[in-house]
């Protein structure tokens, strides 16, 4: 006859139990708990932002240290590549002429951007409210986007005059086309059965644009904004090669040209990564804009649980 095995063999007298088995791998893997946790990856149980900066700290440490190794084992003059300690002690050596150039373009880029934003979305909004004025108008948005803008910047410089107007006006013109771009696409994919409710309580175009389809416009207009305040500062860069002014007050364009006539590479490079920096803190404030204004009720910013 046959005999049950769980007779033969019950649980706990030969093979460890399923739960006495997951209590012993929870407590570290041993049934002392003193063992490591299984699976863990390195580095899990730090808090959640530094966790998230350290791929990207360690991927640096790697390419400089790499850099500064090959350069330096090679022998290749300071003038050709310089090393990451040549730059950052070129950088340290003008950094009051490199503050100053920092700043300058700074200012020029936000005002630009600013600029960007305003017309960007009042033009959206105005092209999105007639279907006859978007495709009339819209067509030569594209075009004027087209155009290339080290074609048309004497053009401003004629106009405006070279310094600080032209520069804002360059900035603001490769900046312009993203906000209105996208702003005008989020205002165009409003939910249809809301406008109909909006219809049904004789809203008047006005109160449905601003209650509704703007509201739902917001994940498209932050996009643009995420696009377009770096392009900001590559425009008040580009001006500053055009428009730019010298001296002491000159933004890190200026300070490019002139690095780079002199064959100072690694000021040169100095303030090429100090406008990235100057990019990447655009983009970051505006990342954090975007998860305070959407991260309540928008899936693109809301945390999920993997």
């Known amino acids: 006859m046959a005999m049950d095995k769980s007779v033969l063999h019950p649980a706990g007298a030969g093979e460890p139990s399923a739960a006495h088995s997951g ?22 149980g730090l808090p959640g932002p530094i966790r998230q900066l350290l791929p ?25 590549l310089p090393k990451p300690s040549d730059i950052v002690r070129a950088g340290l050596a003008n950094k009051s002429g490199l503050w100053v150039s920092v700043t300058t373009t700074m200012t020029e880029a936000v005002v630009g951007f600013l600029l960007s934003i305003l017309f960007g979305v009042a033009g959206a909004i105005l092209l999105a409210s007639s279907k006859w004025i978007e495709k ?15 074609a048309i910047a004497p053009i401003i410089v004629i106009w405006f005059g070279a310094g600080m107007n032209a520069i804002v006006i ?11 771009s996208n702003t005008l696409i989020g205002l165009n994919s409003t939910d249809h059965n ?8 004789n809203a008047s ?6 209650k509704l389809r703007i509201p739902a416009a917001l994940p498209y207009i932050v996009a643009g904004l ?46 090429g990564l100090s406008a ?30 993997n």
């Not at 012993?24 to 899990?44: F, I, Q, W």
């Not at 809301?194 to 309580?201: A, E, I, V």
């Not at 998860?291 to 649980?305: G, I, P, Q, Y």
């Open 276 to 305: 990235s920096l100057l990019g990447i803190g655009f983009f970051l404030l505006v990342n954090l804009f975007s998860k305070w204004m959407l991260s309540s009720w928008h899936e693109s910013e809301m945390r999920t649980e």
């Open 170 to 180: 360059i900035a603001f013109l490769i900046g312009f086309f993203p906000m209105l």
């Open 23 to 44: 209590a012993a791998y929870a407590s570290g893997g041993t049934e002392g708990g003193t063992g490591p946790v299984k699976g863990r990856l390195p580095g899990s």
């Open 226 to 271: 995420k696009i377009s305040c770096t392009l900001a500062v590559i425009g008040a860069i580009v001006g500053e090669y055009i428009a730019g002014i010298g001296g002491g007050q000159g933004g890190l364009g200026y300070a490019i040209t002139v690095a780079a006539s002199r064959l100072q590479t690694p000021y040169l490079f100095a303030c």
């Open 136 to 150: 009339s108008v819209y067509p030569y948005a594209v075009i004027l986007q087209t155009i290339p803008i080290v």
């Open 56 to 80: 990207p700290l360690a991927a640096f440490v790697v390419f400089a240290g790499g850099w500064e190794f090959i350069v330096k084992a090679l022998d290749i003059p300071p003038y050709i």
């Open 194 to 201: 809301m406008k109909n409710l909006f219809y049904l309580y």
């Open 205 to 210: 175009p006005l109160q449905t644009m601003w």
